[in-house]
Nanobody
Framework: QVQLLESGGGLVQAGGSLRLSCAASGGNMFSVYIMGWYRQAPGKQRELVAGSTSGGNTNYADSVKGRFTISRDNNKKTVYLQMNSLKPEDTAVYYC?????????????WGQGTQVTVSS
């Protein structure tokens, strides 16, 4: 069983930056897992923000391309989401995910989420 713990959320003004971290514990498969970041805004469905294969291939939602960057440190069992040029519409709870069958689909392991609020 894999446990995921997100951190780094908070309140930021539009145009600002935040860096989310997701630390994995339990199991020894992190280096081969597809990792992803998802978000869910109030009244909306959870959506994929960014995904990363073990080999470093990445996938981004169109709405965040050029602003967000996903990266991972397999030695630290941690995946990051660098978010720049934040917009109010980026406000959501951000969730870390592990173990998806491909870079565009969620796996069975979820973190508890971290709130990101972008003020205008």
């Amino acid at each position: 069983q894999v446990q995921l713990l997100e951190s780094g959320g908070g309140l930021v003004q539009a145009g600002g930056s935040l860096r989310l971290s997701c630390a994995a514990s339990g199991g020894n498969m992190f280096s081969v897992y597809i990792m992803g970041w998802y978000r869910q805004a109030p009244g909306k469905q959870r959506e994929l923000v960014a995904g990363s294969t073990s080999g470093g291939n990445t996938n981004y939602a169109d709405s965040v391309k050029g602003r967000f960057t996903i990266s991972r440190d397999n030695n630290k069992k941690t995946v990051y989401l660098q978010m720049n040029s934040l917009k109010p519409e980026d406000t959501a709870v951000y969730y870390c995910n592990a173990g998806g069958p491909n870079i565009a689909k969620a796996g069975p392991f979820w973190g508890q989420g971290t709130q990101v609020t972008v003020s205008s």
